[in-house]
């Protein structure tokens, strides 16, 4: 994500927690990718179908305090980071959240020094980086269509079942 800041530039930000629950979102203002660094949504109903409509919506309605709102077309790119398999609750059949796991182990701290010196320190890392992800080949990929199931996913829709819930889906399972 943090990479992803020095090709963004100003059209990125961070964000906690707390800017996803506020009432407020001058934070999504001018933004093209944000960062949800450790945000948990956990078993919250709510909070999955907030991030179901932030995530898809066309529209961003954008509320500062003390301000009138206004309407701008939604461009933001989310990465969501959690040190938690239950971060957020998914439905069975979810078609928008792609969810990765890193499973090895932490680099050394060299390789983390180095990756800065070359993305942060100069323009030239930032600038190789950018120009890999704009000649990525991506085959048939189609953004609008359903995320893919990893088993990372798979196994975070299965924490967020109710004990009826999971029966059920073993049951069809098995």
Known sequence: GYCMREIYGTNW????????????????????????DDVTGN???????????????????INRKFLPTYVVPDCVNYLFTSQQPDAFFL??????????????????????????????????????????????????????????MTAAKAAMTSIGRSDLAQWVAELQEN
């Open 91 to 148: 439905e069975d059949g979810d078609r928008r959240f792609f969810v990765h796991e890193v499973t090895c182990d932490p680099l050394s701290p060299a390789f983390y020094h180095d990756l800065e010196d070359w993305i942060i320190k100069g323009d030239h890392g930032r600038n190789h980086l950018h120009y890999y992800l704009l000649h990525l080949p991506l085959g048939d990929f189609d953004p609008r269509d359903k995320a893919p």
């Open 43 to 61: 078993e919250a109903r709510t909070f999955a179908d907030k991030l179901k409509h932030l995530i898809t919506r066309k529209e961003n309605r």
């Open 13 to 36: 930000t961070e964000i906690k927690q707390d800017d996803l629950e506020s009432t407020f979102n001058e934070w999504s203002v001018n933004k093209q990718f944000i960062l949800g």
